[in-house]
């Protein structure tokens, strides 16, 4: 186990008024997980996604397969 903390980020394409997660991928190498959370809620819940899951879920926004919100 690690003791290391998330080093939490945005991405530099957020700018759309707050509503963001933020992504600790520090984490992935040594736990496997990519811990996401809500970047308006910094001390609420954190979710915490297998890293291929969340590697997926990268993809398939870039392919465009959740269109646009």
């Known amino acids: 186990m690690t003791t290391e903390t998330p080093r939490w ?8 008024g707050g509503a963001c997660i933020e992504v ?3 984490l992935v190498a040594p736990r496997g997980t990519v811990p996401v959370r ?3 809620n910094p001390t609420g819940p954190v979710l915490g996604f297998r890293a291929g899951v969340f590697t ?3 993809a398939g926004v870039k392919a465009g397969k ?4």
């Open 56 to 58: 997926s879920f990268i």
């Open 66 to 69: 959740f269109g646009t919100v």
């Open 9 to 16: 980020f945005t991405s530099s394409y957020s700018d759309n």
């Open 24 to 26: 600790a991928a520090n």
């Open 38 to 40: 809500d970047s308006k």
